[in-house]
């Protein structure tokens, strides 16, 4: 009689931390350290950049229970509009709130006259003494200041740095950057997609984010692929045969968000059994690259017009990466303004990315064999 096992532990979806998050152990530990060494650390500031997929958001998850560990409030934030107003207005002046052993007779000001405390384990009544309301850098330094006073610090992480919102957080670059130059414990981690970091530092009028700590977070060594798709299946009371283990994590090319979908494929080939064998594995891989496309590229391509995806299709038939923008001119036929204007539009959509002059490559893991993919069939159905 088929026994159940544990539900599935691979999580085939972007942002949720995996059952075991393998080769970040170094980034992890230099962050806990720059928190314990002091303003000075470089690991104060962290860029963290990967393509999709790649492991940003887990990874900023997994900093934040360090730091979080480490007795140090954190803010915990994605780029968008409004977020300087959000910090200004609601973060900080809660977690002073929540912080402050003096709250109410602090400069705390609120819309509200109730501040809800953190994890909604403490609400406190704060008197409104100072209506006029702090700028985010006398925020921030207030809350650093409680923090310092309390042996800890406040750590920020940012995530999905794009590049057409950085004027938004410019405020917020300006006051880490104060809080820094004040001595005060504040550590700051954003992520973002390599170009648009990077050019973020290009534009940038705070030095320190020119001498962040950069963490490039690539394709993953088959060792660590291996344990991260055999660990969760032994811990949940399976197991897998070597040579299952060893083409799945072939099938993976070090993509961590490929770890996940083919993990949780081959789980499912035949839950009721406790071993995964072998025969398993073509079944859950024709599955996997399903689940990839639906859940990174179709989505990716999603909104783009015909002549974009004429662009990108180009593009993916010539062989090796970077790619010639005049190869692609040459392949689509097109004037060189079409092309600048494609390649312009692309990169905004992060679909591609600049790889120097008169360069670009794709700026998803596996995109380029998805569009040859789709050429293949249209072809077939046309042939048929
Ligand atoms: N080091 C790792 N070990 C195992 N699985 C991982 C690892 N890093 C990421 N994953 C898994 O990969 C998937 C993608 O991770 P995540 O959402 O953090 O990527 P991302 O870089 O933030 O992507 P995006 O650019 O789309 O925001 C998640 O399912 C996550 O659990
Ligand atoms: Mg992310």
């Not at 004040?182 to 534009?203: E, I, K, N, W, Y």
């Not at 600049?354 to 040859?372: H, M, V």
Request: contains cysteine; charged residues 25%.
């Amino acid at each position: 009689m088929p026994r159940t096992y544990e539900e599935n532990p691979f999580t085939p979806t972007f942002g949720i931390t995996p059952p075991l998050l393998v080769g970040r152990d170094a980034e992890i530990a230099a962050v806990r350290r720059s928190l314990t060494r002091g303003p000075g650390d470089p690991a104060r500031a962290v860029l963290l950049t990967g393509a999709r997929g790649t492991g940003k958001t887990v990874l900023l998850n997994a900093l934040e229970d360090a730091a979080s560990q480490q007795g140090w409030a954190v803010i915990s934030e994605t780029v968008q509009p409004g977020l300087v107003e959000v910090l200004t207005r609601t973060t900080l002046p809660m977690l002073r709130a929540a912080l402050d052993p003096r709250a109410t007779d602090s400069t705390l000001t609120s819309a509200s006259a109730t501040v809800f405390g953190i994890g909604g384990a403490l609400t406190r009544q704060v008197s409104e003494r100072h209506p006029a309301e702090p700028s985010l850098r006398d925020g921030l330094e207030s809350l650093a200041r409680i923090q310092a006073d309390r042996g800890s610090g406040v750590f920020i992480s940012l995530d999905e740095v794009h590049r057409h919102e950085i004027a938004q957080i410019t405020p917020l670059f300006h006051a880490i950057q104060h809080c820094f130059r004040q001595g005060l414990p504040v550590a700051f981690v954003a992520a973002g997609l390599p170009s648009t970091v990077s050019r973020l530092l290009s534009d940038s009028v705070v030095t320190y984010l020119r001498r962040a700590e950069r963490f490039a977070l690539g394709t993953l060594p088959d060792a660590l692929v291996r344990a991260a798709l055999r660990e969760p299946i032994l811990r949940a009371g399976r197991s897998i045969s070597p040579d299952a283990l060893d083409r799945a994590a072939d099938a993976v090319h070090g993509y961590p968000f490929l770890i996940q979908v083919v993990g949780f494929e081959l789980w499912e080939v035949d839950p009721g059994t406790a071993h995964i064998g072998a025969d398993a594995v073509d079944v859950a891989l024709v599955r996997a690259v399903k689940t990839a496309n639906r859940l990174v590229h179709e989505p990716a391509l999603a909104d783009l017009s015909d002549a974009d995806r004429r662009f990108l299709a180009a593009m993916a038939r010539i062989p090796g990466e970077p790619v010639r923008l005049a190869d692609i001119l040459e392949r689509l036929g097109a004037t060189r303004d079409h092309v600048n204007k494609y390649r312009a539009r692309l990169i905004a959509a992060e679909i591609i990315e600049p790889a120097g002059r008169g360069l670009i490559r794709f700026a998803i893991p596996f995109l380029s064999e998805y569009l040859r993919s789709l050429g293949t069939e249209a072809a077939g159905s046309e042939d048929g």
